[in-house]
């Protein structure tokens, strides 16, 4: 490699080595490229799911099994190269038999310590935008003219004249953001949902209760909020987002519906769908299926002695209708959770007399200091330095998971320094704090195990104040007549118990609508191995069962926050798409299939 002193020239002779190796299927010369300690992560291009392999017999390995299937070429600079230190960071262009894609490599001393590929587009299927957009008439007078009304009165017969090659079972922001992604690949996608509108699953929440992520985080594919958008946006005002959006994407779905079961014949392929509509008992029979039932499972209901006997009002906070009707009630909240917080803050505000009841240790964090510190990359200034949403989805996702606790740290110790006089205060008042077992944050937390923290707007100055009571490093023994009792003898008299106790694993729609032997086969979903708390190995390196093929033909999920939702809705749908087409899609090498 010559003229090291220019990050263009280095990057650019490192991706013509790796296309003549790859092109030459030497998978010991593509590992030669990389350090002895590095990664590959994948997005579909050369896997066909989503995969990180880490270390050289790993990349060669991967080589070995994709190259001459993939036959990855015309890599080039997508943008200048830069150089920070010994590292070289640059951003390239490439195409595959296939597809094309979009890729990152970070270069020190020359060889590559960490490589992300991702593909964006399958040659012959791309989306029509822009110049290739569609005209949306024919010029001239024509006799028995097809409208765009024609054309969705037809739409609207998905499921009932023809069958939807892939069916998605939720309609909240995942459900849609995939239906839009393969309405525009031309994939027939119909949309099931319990909910009468678009939209529901936010209106139905606690009336006070806004997004705990900002606007430049949350936008959905291809509409992105207007500029006026608020920061953090109120539950109505997403949900009538929600409903607007799958209006104007054209999006073919059936609401107040209820699935019964799901059932995969191996034989014919499909899947027999029962569900109920209007009345009436109908099967689907899709191609593929998609649970897109929200990041959680069903509701970990507690089973506490004496339920049976409380006089007063108790339910789930999946079922909170909001404080409204509480004012001057004695009310328990069970949990220290982002929903256990935002409940006892609205009861608060409705002049409840709130107590928490903290089991463990929670991670708390302000949400302006998660803003600033934690995503940089989503914020107003990543804006006007030309960072989008897409852009910033590629460039958080050109890190591998076990390179991030390192990262964070710090991150966290900025975070705790800034904030010494909030989190004193709380533990003042016998807040039980955890920074994560590796204090890593709610960075890492999230991705292992997508609970135990509070993001906060509000509760936790209530918390420290006193306004809010705190029950803390305590369980329920049982409930009386009028008062939850704890384990330790302290008996809270209540008129309302709020069990904020979380949910079970998405695997628990798998087991309820197919059955507990398709998610037993199918694994874990979520976490990544981490060997910490509610994440337990073996280190798998992604989101286990997350927008990838798995163990249960035709069957994926797909879930995960809005930034989430909408950049893995696109490697979801590029491989619907290329199983509705018919294209030869591989299965990942046998060290990429653990799950």
């Not at 029979?285 to 007063?312: C, I, Q, Y």
Request: proline fraction near 6%; glycine fraction near 10%.
């Amino acid at each position: 490699m010559t003229n090291e002193a220019d990050p263009n020239a280095l990057a650019q002779a490192w991706l013509d080595q790796l296309a003549k190796h790859l092109s030459a299927d030497d998978a010991s010369a593509v590992a030669a490229l990389f350090a002895p300690e590095c990664w590959w992560r994948d997005f579909v291009a050369f896997t066909w799911t989503i995969a990180t392999v880490e270390g050289r017999p790993a990349i060669r390995e991967r080589a070995a099994a994709t190259a001459s299937g993939t036959r990855a070429g015309s890599f080039i600079l997508d943008r200048p190269a830069s150089r920070a230190g010994d590292t070289v960071e640059a951003w390239f262009r490439f195409e595959t038999r296939l597809g094309r894609g979009i890729g990152q490599v970070r270069l020190v001393d020359g060889l590559a310590r960490t490589l992300f590929t991702a593909l964006r587009e399958l040659k012959g299927f791309e989306e029509r935008r822009g110049p290739t957009r569609e005209a949306g008439t024919e010029h001239g007078a024509i006799r028995g003219r097809r409208t765009w009304a024609d054309r969705r009165a037809d739409d609207a017969r998905l499921g009932l004249d023809r069958q939807p090659w892939c069916l998605i079972v939720g309609g909240g922001q995942g459900g849609l953001g995939l239906a839009a992604r393969l309405k525009r690949l031309g994939v027939p996608t119909l949309i099931v949902d319990g909910s009468a509108r678009p939209g529901d699953a936010w209106r139905r929440r606690y009336r006070s209760l806004c997004l705990h992520d900002p606007v430049w985080y949350d936008h959905m594919p291809y509409l992105p909020f207007p500029e006026h958008w608020p920061i953090y946006t109120p539950k109505d005002k997403m949900g009538d987002w929600l409903e607007a959006y799958a209006s104007i994407m054209e999006l073919d779905g059936w609401y107040a519906t209820t699935c019964r079961s799901a059932a995969y014949d191996a034989g014919r392929g499909e899947w027999t769908v029962t569900v109920e509509r209007e009345g009436r008992v109908l099967d689907l029979r899709p191609k593929h299926l998609v649970l897109a039932t929200g990041l959680s499972g069903v509701p970990n209901e507690p089973d506490w002695p004496g339920m049976e006997r409380f006089r007063g009002t108790l339910h789930h906070s999946s079922r909170h209708p909001g404080g409204a009707g509480f004012a001057g009630k004695r009310c328990v909240v069970v949990g220290a959770n982002n929903s256990a917080h935002d409940i006892a803050a609205d009861l608060w505000e409705h002049g409840a007399a709130v107590t928490m009841v903290q089991r463990s240790p929670t991670l708390v964090v302000r949400a302006e200091s998660l803003q600033r510190h934690g995503r940089p990359l989503y914020s107003e200034e990543a804006v006007a330095a030309g960072i989008d949403a897409d852009r910033a989805d590629l460039i958080a996702a050109s890190t591998p998971y076990a390179l991030l606790p390192d990262l964070l740290k710090p991150v966290m110790r900025r975070i705790r320094d800034e904030d010494s006089a909030f989190y004193a205060a709380l533990e003042k008042a016998g807040f039980l704090l955890t920074f994560g077992e590796d204090e890593t944050g709610i960075g890492m937390m999230y991705p292992r195990r997508a609970s135990g923290y509070y993001i906060d707007v509000g509760a936790s100055g209530l918390i420290a104040s006193g306004e809010i009571r705190l029950a803390s490093g305590r369980g329920v023994s049982h409930l009386t007549e009028e008062a939850v009792v704890l384990d330790d003898g302290t008996v809270l008299p209540a008129d309302l118990v709020v069990s904020a106790t979380g949910y079970g694993p998405m695997t628990d729609w798998a087991a309820r609508l197919i059955s507990p032997e398709v998610a037993a086969r199918v694994g874990p979903c979520w976490g990544i191995g981490s060997g910490t708390a509610r994440d337990p190995g073996p280190w798998h390196g992604e989101l286990r069962n997350m927008w990838t093929p798995t163990a249960q033909a035709g069957l994926w999920f797909h879930g995960g926050n809005l930034q989430q939702s909408r950049h893995f809705s696109r490697y979801l749908a590029l491989q619907l798409k290329a199983r509705y087409e018919g294209l030869p899609v591989g299965p990942p090498s046998p060290s990429e299939a653990r799950a």
